[in-house]
């Protein structure tokens, strides 16, 4: 069974901070993705990484960016935390080739 | 860039009713169309896909249906349940790459008793 776990389910930061969302897989799936979920908007993709260090921009990656030091962890950094980043974050993962993407349980992030 | 489009936004319907999504697509390289239903607090998860080479694909009570030629495909939920209130996603594999998905906007089931 696919597991998929996020550092937090709810975090509340202060504008202009750094804030790190990791994500972390145990299945040895090769790619794995950073969405952002806001009502009406469904799923958004911030970046994907296919491999270990290599990483790709999404449709709306400006305001982050992410790190993949180890093959099961994926980490999304908001360099320098807004207001409009408040939003639901879930990282997925899928095999290399494979199409299904299962998702972690999701961070509601909060920037005041 | 390519898109999804889902519809309706809400959907409520009686329980016991039939229910449809319907979601079209723009990549004509899509090959790939699965569908996730997302409980309130909970992640997505996939309930059904269709690949471009079959028509129709049922599982006890949902089912989706494919029209590569109109570019659309649907979702259907016969004998509705409580537990099928949701929002339910669509999503299009990319021909870009056939490990990315293009989502639809989602659509929130409400089953009235």
């Known amino acids: 069974d696919v597991k998929v776990t996020q550092s937090s389910r709810y975090l509340v930061k202060r504008t202009g901070e750094k804030v790190f969302l990791e994500c972390v897989q145990d299945?040895?799936?090769?790619?794995m993705f950073w969405y952002r979920q806001d009502p009406g908007l469904g799923l958004r993709l911030i970046y994907f990484?296919?491999?270990?260090?290599?990483?790709e921009k999404g449709d709306i990656p400006e305001g982050y960016s992410v790190s993949r030091e180890k093959k099961e962890r994926f980490s999304l950094i908001l360099e320098s935390a807004s207001t409009n980043q408040t939003s639901m974050y879930l990282c997925?993962?899928?095999?290399?080739?494979?199409?299904?993407?299962?998702f972690g349980p999701g961070t509601r992030l909060l920037v005041l | 860039g390519e898109n999804v489009e889902q519809h309706p936004s809400t959907l409520s319907v009686q329980e016991g009713d039939s229910a449809v999504i319907k979601c079209t697509y723009s990549?004509?390289?899509?090959?790939?169309f699965p569908w996730y239903k997302q409980e309130l607090g909970k992640r997505p998860q996939l309930i059904i896909d269709?690949?471009?080479n079959v028509g129709e694909k049922k599982d006890q009570r949902i089912a989706v249906t494919l029209n590569k030629t109109a570019k659309h495909f649907s979702l259907h939920i016969t004998e509705t349940q409580p537990e099928d209130s949701a929002v339910y996603f669509c999503?299009?594999?990319?021909?870009?790459?056939?490990?990315?998905?293009?989502w639809g906007a989602g659509t929130k089931l409400i089953i009235k008793p």
């Open positions: 997925a993962s899928s095999l290399l080739g494979g199409e299904t993407q299962y």
């Open positions: 299945m040895d799936h090769e790619n």
């Open positions: 990484s296919y491999d270990v260090k290599m990483k």
């Open positions: 990549d004509s390289a899509s090959n790939y």
């Open positions: 269709i690949r471009s």
């Open positions: 999503a299009a594999s990319s021909g870009d790459s056939n490990y990315q998905l293009i």
